[in-house]
């Protein structure tokens, strides 16, 4: 295996390997050559910083590229007074976009004090040109840019800066290329997330992410398989599948396979409790589908399905694929086949057109499915996407009364669901020790809600069994037994 290699043992003399993932292999190397002459200056190592601005893809990606500068003899620490800061940004709505530019700010005065400190920037705002542009002009203290698609080039990037002294941009506009067997360096020792494919190829009419995350790659299954049985040999008890579409997942391998039949493999590997995945796309999740989850032993008994809007004629204008009416339909198949299940979603408001009336549909579709929790969003124009130059775009403050509207059914509707497993015995992962409650730990059940219970730090990582004693809106009270 790759990851396991020993840089010591490699040629940096000659020319790089052309191939991946050896080329990278060869710059971390090279990094390695710098960290130790950093060392001897310093005498300590370079510290290291990451933070990650988006989705759960993002994040992964963040353990990947903490894996490399691990790997390269960085150390991590928890804040930006670094030698290397990297921050992985996310562009899915305008407020991402301003949190970046006001840390930028704020690295600026940190690097006037320690001029060697290297700042690098990633992620899906890289991906649009005029991000790009404003940083050359007016952010000129950045050393790297690059994007989604070559973030696995970390360490060639650095060596180049190294060398050429002047803003490294490198930001591919797509590509085909998985590269496998990178260093990762995981958050957490007993859950990991695993991409089982990148990209979308879904075009809803709001969003940025075909343009900035590409076209829809799955990985290959034995790729994914391997990658959890190695996770699971090194104490992961949950991985949680990623996708921006799992549902569609396969459809484009040679040898094509259903994100089902990839769920079946999965569900075999000893040692693996629970499976979880995301995101779903309402309009592939299959009967399929329904009945691997109905019949598994580990798929988590939760499932968050996007609604983004509760009006078939809105759902059209976003290009969703999907009417109110099957949106319904399929939560009750889903239903009847895992009666337990906890639903949560995704919500738009304000979307271009949007009337009293379309507004009314969401608030109704709420009202009948009863979601254990939904994220709600007010609707951003992105550039670029085809939403951004419809007609109609809806005064804001409509939208802020609206949001405040849906936030507040959603969570009266979801203070009541909560509580439905109320005085039962369920298992919980123990994920933490408790923020705020000293000798008590905080975990998770099987439907994602949050339990809080006596205990200490010996049971992070495993599975107690804990009753639920008393239910506190969002999560639970409970004693271990
Ligand atoms: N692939 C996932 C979602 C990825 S983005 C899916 O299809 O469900 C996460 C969420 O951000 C989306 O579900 C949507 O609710 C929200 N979102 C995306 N673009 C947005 C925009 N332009 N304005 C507001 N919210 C948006
Ligand atoms: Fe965006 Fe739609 Fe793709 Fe989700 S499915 S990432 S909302 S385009
Ligand atoms: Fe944001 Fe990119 Fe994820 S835009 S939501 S980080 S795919």
């Known amino acids: 295996m790759y990851n396991e290699i020993d840089l010591d043992k490699i040629d940096i003399v000659t020319e790089p390997p052309t191939e991946e993932p050896a080329r990278q292999y060869y710059f971390m190397a090279k990094c390695r050559e710098w960290v130790r002459e950093f060392e001897r200056k310093n005498g300590r190592r370079p510290f290291a910083f990451t933070q990650t601005f988006g989705c759960q893809m993002n994040a992964r990606d963040s353990e990947k590229l ?26 899915v709505r305008e407020n991402a976009n301003q949190k970046v530019y006001g840390r930028l700010g704020y690295l600026n005065t940190l690097k006037k004090k320690n001029p060697h400190m290297m700042i690098a920037l990633c ?3 890289m991906q649009e040109p005029e991000v790009v542009e404003k940083i050359r002009k007016s952010y000129r203290f950045v ?9 696995f080039q970390l360490a060639e990037l650095m060596v180049r800066r190294l060398e050429e002294r002047n803003m490294v941009v490198s930001v591919w506009k797509g590509t085909d290329q998985i590269v ?41 299954p034995e790729d994914i398989l391997a990658e959890i049985r190695k996770l699971v040999s090194e104490g992961v008890v949950e991985v949680m599948l990623l996708g921006q579409n799992v549902n569609s997942y396969g459809k484009t391998l040679d040898t094509p396979v259903t994100f089902a039949q990839l769920l079946r493999q999965v569900e075999k590997i000893e040692g693996l409790k629970r499976i979880r995945f995301m995101t ?51 939560v009750d198949k889903i239903r009847a086949a895992v009666p337990d299940i906890s639903l949560t979603t995704d919500i738009i408001v304000g979307f271009p057109g949007e009337t009293e009336e379309d507004f ?43 949001f405040d509207r849906l936030l507040s059914e959603v969570q009266q509707i979801s203070a009541r669901v909560c509580a439905r497993d109320l005085h039962t015995t369920r298992d919980v992962l123990v ?51």
């Open 431 to 481: 994920e933490s020790l408790d923020d705020h409650l000293e000798g008590y730990v905080t975990g998770r059940l099987s439907n994602n809600t949050i339990v809080h219970f006596p205990g200490d730090a010996s049971l992070i990582g495993t599975i107690v069994p804990v009753y639920l004693e008393e239910s506190r809106g969002f999560y639970y009270m409970g004693t271990a037994g």
């Open 123 to 125: 992620g899906c705002m």
């Open 66 to 91: 903490m894996g490399i500068l691990r790997k390269t003899g960085f150390q991590e620490i928890g804040d930006e007074k670094a030698d290397f800061v990297l921050y992985n940004t996310c562009t």
């Open 280 to 330: 779903s796309h309402p309009k592939d999740l299959s009967e399929e589908l329904i009945r691997v989850m109905r019949d598994s032993e580990k798929i988590c008994r939760h499932l968050h399905l996007p609604l983004q809007s509760g009006s078939s004629r809105i759902l059209k204008a976003m290009n969703r694929r999907y009417t109110k009416e099957q949106y319904l339909d399929l």
């Open 360 to 402: 009314e549909e969401t608030m109704d579709v709420v009202r009948r499915v009863e979601f254990d929790s939904a994220f709600t969003f007010l609707y951003s124009r992105r550039t670029g996407t085809p939403a951004a130059v419809m007609e109609e775009q809806v005064p804001e403050e409509t939208m802020k009364n609206r």
């Open 180 to 220: 496998e067997e990178l260093p990762v360096e995981r958050k957490f020792p007993f859950k990991s997330g695993v991409n089982i494919m990148f990209g979308c190829n879904n075009f809803c009419s709001y969003c940025i992410v075909p343009y900035v995350r590409g076209r829809e790659r799955s990985r290959n």
């Open 143 to 151: 050393d790297i840019v690059f994007g989604t698609h070559n973030i």
